[in-house]
């Protein structure tokens, strides 16, 4: 079976925790919305009164007959179907949990430049940015990469979930490059203090199809669109 | 096997979602913080360095040797255990997906009085959350609501997920108790437009357990230190 990923085709964005799941799946997928009519198809299916199951917005993943929306929840059903999650219920519901976990991270992430409105220019919303930021970075960032130091050193192995990778070791990869672009000099604080978060990104970015991945054209350049920006007034 | 709920004592919060799911249920649980010592023995869990799998922040239930947290986690466990939720694969992603993104609408319920940092006071961050306000009853409620909407139109029944009560349905109630004690003004105006989703939530008030619950001293009063918070000035 062929995936179809629907993701806006400019950004990593929240598709990019899927992406980076398929990729080290080594599963057949197309980007749909970054090729010829992708948008169109993507828009077709957001609007259509016909999906049973409708999405609320990308990402959304074509699985056959399952047509999937919301990150983690993608995340647990390819988890279960490529080895990237443990086969027991407890291993299920933890790593699903540190994925919810990254998932309101995220969210954090996107509200630094965001936090008023996603309606609004982030230039209508600069001041406002940068109180969050300052907050973002003081104390959201050393508590969630803290929780996750925290759950390395007890399950030791190098993975959240212990000697064996699973999907939210992938998406704890993209949390810190994205805060190394967005955030490169908080980043370069905190990062010492983190020692087995750093390990873990360093260890899924030398797996050979997360670094094939990452050389190629499908792995979308970081940009001002995304939800990891480099704005430098919110990184003094 | 009675569960052990963790949550804040004196708000419904996010521990109310999975207080509705219990009740209706008709499951043997302890809301732990809110008995003698409760708070100590859940800050002890959260502390501990010995818990194998630690909870990032309450809620969290205790099942048996089971430690689950993240408000959809926890719901994703019980549906699947209480007859919440379908027993297809389809069925339980459907379910978990419109949970998601009800967790996404609580998330921006919060911001609207919190749009700068969760570590400061609403009186430090008045402003923003007045512009931040605005925009979630303007653009965001109707966005959602909306959402919701579409799919109780698609599914019928009465429900989200067709005839069949499920967790979702609990937790959309939630969400429109909660925005009548918010924000009553926008509300009187935004209900006329989203019959169905106020149908799913007189449907549930009125199903035994959950009125029982309504009326006891079970059910923690709205209040300004939850995420639904009646603050007129937001609501104008």
Same mark, same amino acid.
Not at 62 to 80: E, F
Not at 175 to 203: L, Q, S, T, W
Not at 221 to 233: Q, T
């Given at each position: ?11 990593? &964005? ?20 970054? &090729? ?120 030791? &192995? ?79």
């Amino acid at each position: 079976m062929r995936y179809e990923l629907f993701y806006w085709p400019s950004i990593q &964005g929240r598709g990019e925790f899927v992406r980076l799941a398929l990729e080290e799946a080594g599963a057949a997928y197309t980007d749909v919305a970054r &090729g010829s009519a992708g948008m169109a198809k993507m828009m077709s299916l957001l609007d259509s009164t016909k999906v049973e199951y409708p999405p609320f917005a990308p990402p959304f993943l074509k699985a056959g007959k399952l047509l999937i929306a919301q990150t983690a929840n993608i995340l647990l059903y390819l988890g279960a179907r490529h080895r990237l999650a443990p086969a027991s219920e407890a291993g299920r519901l933890w790593a699903h949990q540190l994925q919810l976990t990254i998932a309101d991270f995220v969210q954090e992430v996107h509200d630094t430049h965001h936090p008023i409105a996603s309606s609004l220019y982030y230039d209508d919303q600069k001041p406002e940015a940068k109180r969050r930021a300052a907050d973002f970075l003081e104390n959201r960032v050393p508590k969630y990469l803290g929780y996750f130091e925290r759950v390395l050193t007890r399950q030791r &192995g190098g993975h959240l979930l212990g000697a064996r990778l699973t999907y939210p070791d992938l998406s704890l990869f993209q949390i810190v490059a994205g805060m190394r672009y967005a955030f490169p000099n908080a980043m370069r604080r905190i990062e010492r203090k983190h020692r087995r978060v750093v390990a873990v990104h360093d260890a899924v970015a030398a797996r050979p199809r997360i670094a094939a991945y990452l050389r190629s054209d499908r792995r979308i350049p970081f940009n001002e669109d995304g939800i990891f920006r480099r704005y430098p007034e919110l990184d003094e």
